[in-house]
């Protein structure tokens, strides 16, 4: 198979090989939808945490918010 990627490029997909067919499962990102400003009430303490621990990863608090109420709703859902 070859590619027209440079050397150290990589691409997001999964190969998978039988002797009839050959899938390939692509990641897409799909458009989001548009951020609205919203107002909470914290705690301090609890604040200071989220904070620290999404700054550690790289994430700002509404991202890291935002991940943690949709995998929240998802693990409860049904």
């Given at each position: 198979?070859?590619?027209?990627?440079?050397?150290?490029?990589?691409?997001?997909?999964?190969?998978?090989?039988?002797?009839?067919?050959?899938?390939?499962?692509?990641?897409l990102k799909?458009?989001?939808?548009?951020?609205?400003?919203?107002?909470?009430?914290?705690?301090?303490?609890?604040?200071?945490r989220i904070?620290?621990?999404?700054?550690?990863?790289?994430?700002?608090?509404s991202t890291?918010?935002?991940?943690?109420?949709?995998?929240?709703?998802?693990?409860?859902?049904?």
């Amino acid at each position: 198979m070859e590619t027209a990627l440079e050397e150290d490029e990589r691409l997001p997909i999964a190969l998978a090989f039988n002797l009839d067919a050959l899938a390939i499962l692509v990641t897409l990102k799909t458009r989001a939808a548009m951020a609205v400003r919203i107002n909470i009430t914290l705690p301090e303490d609890v604040l200071e945490r989220i904070d620290r621990f999404a700054a550690d990863r790289g994430l700002s608090r509404s991202t890291f918010l935002a991940r943690a109420a949709s995998r929240e709703m998802e693990r409860n859902a049904g």
